[in-house]
C-alpha cells in the first residue's frame, strides 16, 4: 500500500466537506473512498489547532496509481498540498529481515547506509523491517504536480526488487 505525507492549508473539517461531493465517506478521524477492493484514504494528524497555517494529512492508497493521482487531485489538489514523504510498504511471504538484506547487499546498485537493513538506491531509500516487509520512501518537499515521478520511481524499484514466483507445474497460459 502506498502512504503520502502532505501538508495543505485547508482545514480537516472543511476538507470533509469539501470532498464529500467526490463520494468520500467521512468514518471517523478519516475519509475513505472504496471502489471494486481498491481503497484510498485520507486521514488527518491528530494534534492540531484550530488556525494553523497548515495541516498535515497522511494518503494510504491501494489500486491504480492512475486512479490514486486522480482522486487526489480531485480530493487534495486544489489546496496546493506539499508532499513530504512517498512510501511503500512491500511483503512477500517467503522472504524475512535476513534475507531482504542479504538480496539488497548483493545488489551493486544499492548503498548501504546502516548494516541493520537500511540502503539507497539514488533518492529512493529502502528499510528491511523486522516484521518481514520492505519499506521503500522517498523523503523530499515537492508540488503535488511531482507526485506522479515519485510515485513511477517507487513503483519502479517495487517491480525491481519484488521477487518473481514461477509455479513450474502451472497449465494456465498453455495451449493443449
Known sequence: M????????????????????????DM?????W????????IEPFRNYRDHQASYG???????????????????MGVFSPEITGVEYSLHHHSKNQETWIKDFLNRPSFRTTDVRGVFLKGSIGI???????????????????KLIELLKEIDCLKHDIMPVDYD???????AI
Open 28 to 32: 471517523k478521524d478519516k475519509f475513505v
Open 168 to 174: 513450474l507445474f502451472s497449465v494456465e497460459g498453455v
Open 57 to 75: 494529512y497522511r494518503v494510504y492508497f491501494d489500486g491504480s496509481i492512475d486512479g490514486a493521482l486522480y482522486l487526489f487531485e480531485m480530493s
Open 127 to 145: 528499510v528491511c523491517l523486522p516484521d518481514s516487509s520492505v519499506n521503500i520512501q522517498i523523503r523530499k518537499k515537492t508540488k503535488a504536480y
Open 2 to 25: 502506498f502512504k503520502l505525507t502532505c501538508f495543505a492549508s485547508i482545514h480537516p473539517t472543511a476538507l470533509g466537506q469539501a470532498i464529500k461531493a467526490v463520494n468520500f465517506k
Open 34 to 41: 472504496q471502489m471494486d477492493g481498491a481503497q484510498f484514504v
